[in-house]
């Protein structure tokens, strides 16, 4: 089960990852280049030159959704600790 647990964990640091650099970049346009950022099928260009994520679509759409899968990670850690107490003879552990 800890395993498990480190696994959620990870999960967890690199959904807060991902929601800092978006922030950051609606802010300060850092990390316009991060791979998260990338489309899944066709990359737009103007004049020769790779275009950033447009801001609403980081602000209306990827922003949301990680922070939804935040939520839903930081639920399933905190279901697998309360079985944990739960199996758990002295109620601590």
Do not use: C
Not at 44 to 67: A, I, Q, T
């Amino acid at each position: 089960m800890n395993a498990k647990r480190k696994d959620i964990l990870d999960r967890i640091k690199s959904f807060e990852q991902s929601i800092r650099m978006a922030t950051e970049y609606l802010q300060n346009g850092k990390h316009a280049d991060w791979a998260g950022f990338r489309p899944l099928f066709d990359r737009k260009f103007r004049n020769g030159k790779e275009l950033p994520p447009h801001k609403d679509w980081v602000k209306k759409v990827y922003l949301p959704r990680m922070k939804k899968a935040l939520g839903g990670a930081e639920k399933t850690l905190e279901r697998l600790n309360q079985k944990r107490h739960e199996l758990s003879p002295s109620g601590a552990g």
